[in-house]
C-alpha cells in the first residue's frame, strides 16, 4: 500500500470520526489503582432549556411567575416540592424532574441560580443603561455554546476544560483525559492536546477490522499503518493523528468489553440516545479508574431545548418530555456510579447554551434569553440547595435586563465561576485561573460553595 493509497483509504474507517486521542501508553502507575479518581461529566442541553420551568420559587414568588409566564406557567399543585428553603425561598421541580427529588434530598444534587457568560459583574440597570461590557452575540446559540464552553471569542478556540487539563500537575495528567461522544468539543478542547471520542456502542470495528482481537490480521494491518513514518509534513501529521485514532479507539474497545453492565434503566429516547449514552460513560469509569487514571472530562451534548414553540405537551421534542428522559437518565447514572463505588469521583453538570424569556412567545414557547438555573450532581456536591440569588420573574423587574421587559436575566454567577469550581476540584490551583478563565480577573469571588468542604 503505498501513501497515497494509505491517506485516501484511512478516512473511511469507521474509528477515525471526530476525536483524534492522546497518546496511547498508559499512565505512570505510581499510585494504587483507583486513588484519587476524578471524573467531570458535562452534560450540555442543546438549544437553550428553559431554566424557568425547571425550577419554580413555590412561596409567594409563584404568583410573579403565574402572572408573567401566563400559558407557560406550570401549576403549583403539579411542581415536585423540594424540601426546606434555600436562600429563605422554598421551591419545587417540573414534575417530569420528580425522579431527581430524592437526590436533592440526600443533598447529592443543587441548582446553581441565574448563571451565565459574563466580562464583568453587571446588573439589569447597569445593562439597560449601556453602563457597562457584556458578552459578544449572547443571543447567537453557536456562539453561546462555544462561550459558555470557554472560547475567549479570539484565535483561541480551546475550551475550560481542556485548558484547565493540560495545566493540570503531571502526576494527575492521563491519556483520554478530554473526551467527547459527539461532534461537539469546544470544552474539553486544549490548547496543545487533541479530544478523544467515544461513541456509546464503542468505536471497535474499523471497517472490516474488529479491534477487540488484536491478533488477526486486518487488526494488525492497521496498527502498521498507524506507526508509519513519512518526510511530508502534512502527511506526518495525518499519520500521527491516525495513529492516536487507533490507539484510543482500542483502549475504548477494551474498556467497552471489560464493563460491567449497568443494573440501573438509563431509558431510551428518540432524541440522540441520551440514556445509552451515559450508559457507556457508567460503563467504562470503573475501568478508567482501575487501570490508575486520575482526572478525566467526558462532554456529551443533547437534546432540543430551542423551544419557541410548543414547549409544553407529549410530543418528543418537547421540554416536558425532553425532561423526563433527562431525569430519568441522570438518576440511573448517579445510581450506578454509586454501585461501583465511585460515589465521591464523579461530578455530573448540566449546562445549556442560555435561559429562556420569561415571557412566552406568540407559538407557546418561550425565546432566546441570558441567564439560567444550572444543575450539579453528585457525591461532591453539597447538594439539596439552591446557590446563588433566584432572580425576579417581574417583567421589567430587578433582574430583567431586557430593553422591553421581555424577562432577560442578568446572571448573578459567571459561568466562569461556575466552571472554575469543578476545574479546582479537578485539582487546579487559584493561582492557574487566569490562564483557563481569563474574565475572572474581573470578579472578587473566583468559585462558588458548590462543594463539600
Do not use: C
Not at 112 to 117: D, E, P, W
Not at 161 to 176: F, V
Not at 350 to 367: A, N, Y
Amino acid at each position: 500500500m503505498n501513501r497515497r493509497h494509505f491517506l485516501a483509504s484511512a478516512a473511511s474507517l469507521a474509528g477515525l470520526g471526530a476525536g483524534a486521542g492522546l497518546l496511547s501508553s498508559l499512565p505512570s502507575r505510581s499510585w494504587a489503582a483507583g486513588e484519587d479518581y476524578r471524573a467531570l461529566i458535562v452534560v450540555f442541553l442543546n438549544g437553550g432549556n428553559d431554566g424557568h420551568n425547571v425550577l419554580v420559587p413555590t412561596d409567594a414568588g409563584y404568583n410573579d411567575y403565574q402572572t408573567a409566564r401566563a400559558n407557560l406557567a406550570l401549576p403549583k399543585a403539579s411542581l415536585a416540592a423540594l424540601p426546606g428553603s434555600a436562600g429563605g425561598r422554598t421551591f419545587g421541580l417540573h414534575p417530569a424532574l420528580s425522579q431527581l427529588v430524592p437526590l436533592y434530598t440526600q443533598q447529592r444534587l443543587a441548582f446553581i441560580a441565574n448563571v451565565g457568560s459574563l466580562v464583568v459583574p453587571a446588573t439589569a440597570a447597569q445593562v439597560r443603561a449601556n453602563a457597562v461590557e457584556v458578552p459578544p452575540f449572547l443571543l447567537s446559540h453557536s456562539d453561546q455554546v462555544a462561550i459558555q464552553q470557554g472560547w475567549s471569542v479570539t484565535e483561541d478556540m480551546s475550551g475550560w476544560g481542556g485548558r484547565g487539563l493540560e495545566l493540570l500537575p503531571s502526576g494527575l495528567r492521563n491519556p483520554l483525559s478530554a473526551v467527547t461522544m459527539d461532534n461537539e468539543r469546544t470544552l474539553v478542547l486544549g490548547r496543545h492536546s487533541a479530544v478523544s471520542f467515544m461513541s456509546q456502542d464503542g468505536p471497535r470495528y474499523w471497517g472490516g477490522a474488529d479491534l477487540a482481537f488484536p491478533e488477526r490480521e486486518n487488526v494488525q494491518s492497521i496498527n502498521r499503518m498507524a506507526n508509519w513514518q513519512f518526510a511530508n509534513a502534512y502527511e506526518a501529521e495525518y499519520a500521527r493523528t491516525f495513529g492516536n485514532a487507533v490507539a484510543d479507539s482500542t483502549l475504548f474497545t477494551q474498556a467497552i468489553m471489560q464493563a460491567r453492565a449497568p443494573a440501573a434503566d438509563f431509558g431510551s429516547d428518540n432524541t440522540g440516545n441520551l440514556g445509552q449514552r451515559l450508559r457507556a460513560i457508567a460503563s467504562v469509569l470503573p475501568f478508567f479508574r482501575e487501570r490508575g487514571y486520575r482526572r478525566q472530562i467526558f462532554l456529551l451534548s443533547w437534546g432540543s431545548f430551542d423551544t419557541h414553540a410548543n414547549q409544553r405537551g407529549a410530543g418528543d421534542q418537547t421540554q416536558d418530555t425532553q425532561l423526563s428522559t433527562l431525569a430519568k437518565a441522570l438518576a440511573a447514572f448517579d445510581d450506578t456510579n454509586r454501585a461501583n463505588s465511585l460515589d465521591m469521583n464523579v461530578i455530573t453538570a448540566v449546562m445549556s447554551d442560555f435561559g429562556r424569556t420569561v415571557r412566552p412567545g406568540s407559538g407557546g414557547g418561550s425565546e432566546h434569553a441570558w441567564g439560567n438555573h444550572l444543575w450539579a450532581l453528585g457525591g461532591p456536591v453539597a447538594g439539596g440547595t439552591v446557590i446563588g440569588t433566584f432572580p425576579s420573574p417581574v417583567l421589567g423587574g430587578p433582574d430583567d435586563g431586557d430593553f422591553v421587559s421581555n424577562g432577560r436575566h442578568v446572571p448573578t454567577i459567571a459561568t466562569d465561576q461556575f466552571g472554575a469550581t469543578l476545574m479546582q476540584w479537578l485539582g487546579l490551583q487559584p493561582s492557574q485561573f487566569p490562564e483557563v478563565f481569563p474574565k475572572l480577573v474581573n470578579f472578587g469571588q473566583k468559585t462558588i460553595a458548590l462543594l463539600r468542604a
